[in-house]
């Protein structure tokens, strides 16, 4: 069977006060096409559906319109788990009931891993769950950290029946070295989340979420579908695009979404910014400025604003060095006793030097204070 | 400061004691305080700066409005927290002083380092605020971002930021530099101003000024006047000499005129005096002598005096011995009287004893009669007694004989026991082999069925056997039947290739008339194999069913023989059946009862016998010791009965000894005892007189003896000395009366012996003077001086004249001259004064930062380099929110009058302009606020020594962020984690609760609040 791997939607997300409804559902459009025209089965959501615990309605409109499309239209199967944006609870609504229509949400974490069987795959459902989750199951587990606590949870799992393909859907962050976006939400301090993607050896296919790069881990088979859309402008680099796997030789076929509008940074000095020849070509698209003027531009944003409309970040990087010259002078300040701060004050505001009995008198009022320096 | 646990009693909405350990939370580095309105989150920030400070984290909740309004009186506030700073811990109380029923209690806050103890509040509150080194407002300004306040910081005024970071950076002895040089500055103006007016006074002082005011030409003409005046004493001082040279010498010759005119007349006055003098001559001789005749009067005046006591001494002696005659006739009366005294004694004393022997035997009667009323009152007690004891003893024999019987009867009863027993003991076999019988029944029922069961299922597994047998042998024959089909086909194909006139390689026939012919549906080879395998699988199958049908069988016939055992066990011949058994059940359960029942029977008499016994045993017992009771009181009645007999022949014998003893009685007793008292009183009297008498005699003779003896001596020594005086006396007086005389004069003596002593002396040196006097005047005479004299006086008045006018010159001199040098001095004092003034005043003016164009001052100027840097490190943050939108940065020009030097504007990276705090929006305020406080918490972390203050607590305010803020701002604080510091949230966001695992939650219950800690 055939399936498409998509992942992080972030339904209702706005990008700095910028909504993406429009080309979210324009990303959902063409996975309903393609659904339609390339035979595929089913459709698998690994996580994040939701930007927040409690969507806005219009979020939760296009997902009720996008899920219908597929289940009472088109008759394919959706396979959908929660991430660590979503509200587990909220997304479970009428979980159970939807099933017998070809609906499977899985949001909590149980004793075994949930599956669904379909001819030869069986689709094994792992919502995101946090250490504590696992330790709530299983009280003897020991392991605070995600890594550890996964490894135990997967040891308590019954061994895999390699007679069917096995496809495991999880929503974390596995990969030491996985490519991370500004936009992800960081599970915990400190790196203690990353798993070990030896872990899934022996699945045939994991289809993760949560990280928003289109990536594989360590294997091809350990994929991230990275997120629908741009969320960061960090991500600008980044082809996003949707995963077509064939069960019958497990290959994939990575497909990239189209939209009307993209997400860029542009770098140039405000003269050329400025200049209605150049850059026609992202005109409409939503736009962070980095200019590389020296000083500062009045009223840059507004100006540019006329010439791009969606304009959403402007930021000055030459002149974000300078805050570490001011601590070096604060260093400077604590070492330098009391009277040569003095003599140096009085050079400033008045714009001559202390004489020797002025000094002196300076020196002798100080006498008490000159023990602790200025500190 | 870390919070390590919080303990809170009757404070706010926290009524029972509520304790909060933050230690978990401290390592989680964030947490979040959640619950609904009003439940009580912001009371916790409240109780910890109470706890620290006594006062609320926000100014608009005071302290009044701590207590709880669900407590008691008699429940105090208390509020009770752990910390830990700098490594050590520290354990505050404070209670809150309240009004219970009307009398005032006061608080009691003390604090706990260790082992030392503050007490007090105001104390308290100093030892935190030392500790932490910043006061109530300021903690709240740094570590509180109050509910509504948290911009304070942000709007803050530059002096009230001076205020804060003056403390955390210490930087106060800057101020102090500050005021040290202002008190200075007017120290010394006020002293220049001082001695400029000194001048003037002293320059108004001087006579001869012309000017207004003192200058620096003053003191040239000074100068010059002085100098003149000098001159021009000098002058006058030399003519003053002049004329007092002349005014002596003509003194002198007046003097020595004087001189002679006075002796002469001295001389003459001297001439007089001795004239008078010689006329008193002839009065002094004769003084003289009386002094001689009273001199030799006092020589023999005390020889008069001795006489005369020794006579009187002869007097008294003889007064004596006359008093002496009488002492003794007196005592010769006396001896007279004693002796017939002594007569009457001796009857007396006859009398006495006889009294004496009547005493004692009114005495024995006495006490005999007391026993006698004794023994009468014994005999009508125990006759009492008698009567009671003999009715007592009667009911209880009564008693007895009943009890007796009784127990007769109870032990004919017990003796029945042990038939009894044995007749249970019976029973109870039966009922046991009634039980026996009926579960062997039940046995053979069930065995009975199973057999029956077996019975069926042999018959199934034998109909499937042959059922399966049946298939295999179809099968079998098919199978056949496909391998004749095959051979048929083989043969066909042969068959098919076999061409006329070709050998058949079967038959080997070179004609075939009769060609097999093809068979199509020939099963192929697969499909041939799989029926070969199907029939043996089936064959398989036979086999098996054909086992379990025979197993089957066995099991049958092992049932049948068990039943058939069972039967003859329990005697049983009829066939079986259903009904059998319930016929054979329900006679045996019938026997079971009956013999259950009468078993109980025996069972409850026997219970009743024994316990029959037991009750006979005890009243034996009773009876036996009622029996003993009787046998004591007989003996009692016996014992009384003989007292009685005792106490009768008692009083027979007394009244045998004392036959009229009635009569005796104590009257009688005493007025015998008081004679006899009488008696001995009188005998004593008469002794006595007797020993005074003798005595007194004894005394008489030794007095007499001693003074016969004085007077005799006595006699003698005044008669020698009487002649002695006698003697003396003629020799210096003629008569005796001229010697009273000359005594009686003794006391003029003195006086006499001065005057004439006197009048010499006088006489002599009168008598030298004249001599001298005249040789000094020889052949001078006397001289008129009245017109010298008028002389003198004339140039004497002349002379004071020119004095005068010399001695105030001279003073005018010496004082402006005084003045002058005064202000010499001043005019140099004054100069160095100015410099210095100069100086300070100078260094004042740049130090306080009124003359530079910025108008900062030198504190400023250092705070604001420390400024800079909490707005450096605020703005890491404040990128973070803003995603680089915002920074801060200082003011640098002056705005107004005030202060400068610590104000705070914004850029706006996107408009590319300065924004003035104030108009940012709600959300962006907060963001901005919360920057700043985490770079002044950084900063003050990073650079202050002592001040540690890695706690933060930010009360709400994320209600007013958007999602991208909100997630933008958890991100930065979540960064923070990696730093010492911990954060406290209070907020009801939802999306806080999602993102931030520890925290404490508060419920708000009807008896107050109660709250959990999660982490």
Redesign the interface.
Known sequence: MKLIHIADLHLGK?L??YNLLQLQKECLIQIEEAMRQDDIDGLIIAGDVY????PPQEAVNLLNAFLSTIINDLHKKVYMISGNHD?SDRLNFASSILEASGLFIETHLQEQIVYHEEDDVRIYMLPFIRP?DIRRLYPECPHTNYNDAFAYYLSKQQPLDHNYRNILITHQFVGFHALTSESE??LS??NVEVIDPGLFEDFDYVALGHLHAPQYVHQEKIRYSGSLLKYSFDEVKQKKGYVIIDTKDMSFELVPFKNSQDVVILKDSFENLNDPTCYQDYRNDLIAIELTDTS???????QLRLLFPHVL????PAL?GQ?VN??H??DK??HTS?VE??ED??Q???GTTLDE??LK??GE??E??EI?E?? | MKPLKLEMQAFSTYLERTVVDFERLNQAGLYLISGDTGAGKTTLFDAICFALYGEASGSNRSSDVFRSEYAPNDIPTIVELTFMVGGHDYFVHREMAYYSSGKPKPSNDYLMVEDKLTKGKKEVTHAIKELLGVDATQFKQIVMLAQGEFSRLLYASSNDRVKIFRNIFHTKNLQELEDKLKNKDRELEGAVSKKKTELDTLLASLSFNTQEAYNSESLTLIKEHLDKMLVELSKQGEQREKQAISYKEKQDHYFSLKQDNERIDQLEKLKKEQAELLEHQQDIISKSTTISHINKALEILPMEKECQSLSDNVEKLSVEEKMLKATKAQLNEDEKQYQTRLIKQDELKKQSEQLHDTLIQAKRAMSMLEALKESQDAILLHTKSIKQLEEDYQVLEEDIAQKEKRIARDNKSVAELPDFIVALHQNEEQVNQYNDRKNKIHELSDLFDHYNNKVENYYEAHQLYLKTLTSYSELEAYLNKQYALRMQANYGVIAASLKEGEPCPVCGAIHHPHLAKRVDDVLSDEKLAALEKKVTSSKRDVDLKFDEANEKKNAILLTKQEIKRLKDELKIAEELDKDVFIRLLSDITQKKDEAGKSYQESYTHIEYLKKLSSSVAMSQKVLDSSKAKLLAMEKKILSLKSAIEVAKTSIATIKQQYPDIESYSKEHLITLEADYAQIQQDIKAITTMGEKLKRDQAIYETKQQANSINLKAAKETYDIKKQAFDQSLNERFDSYENYQISKNQQDLLEKMKQEVDDYHMHLKTIQKQLEDNEKLVKGKKKVDLSALEKELHEQELSNKEMDERYYALKNSYESANNIYKKMIKIEKDNARLLKDYQLYHNLMIATTGKNNANKISFERFVLASYFENIISFANIELSMLTSGRYEFKRRQEAKGNGGQGLDLEILDYESGTYRDVKSLSGGESFKASLALALGLSTMIQNYTGGIELNTLFIDEGFGTLDDESLSQAIDVLMKLRETDKVIGIISHVGELKNRIESGIIVRKGERGSQLTVTA
């Open positions: 706005m700095k006060l930007d927040r615990a409690i509200s504590i939400q960081s301090v400190g500062i531009i009045p009223h840059a944003i507004e970040q402007l930021t000055y974000m805050e001011d601590i002078h604060m300040i604590r009391l701060l003095y004050f009085y400033q505001s008045t009995a002025s008198i300076i009022l100080l008490g204070g602790d200025a500190s």
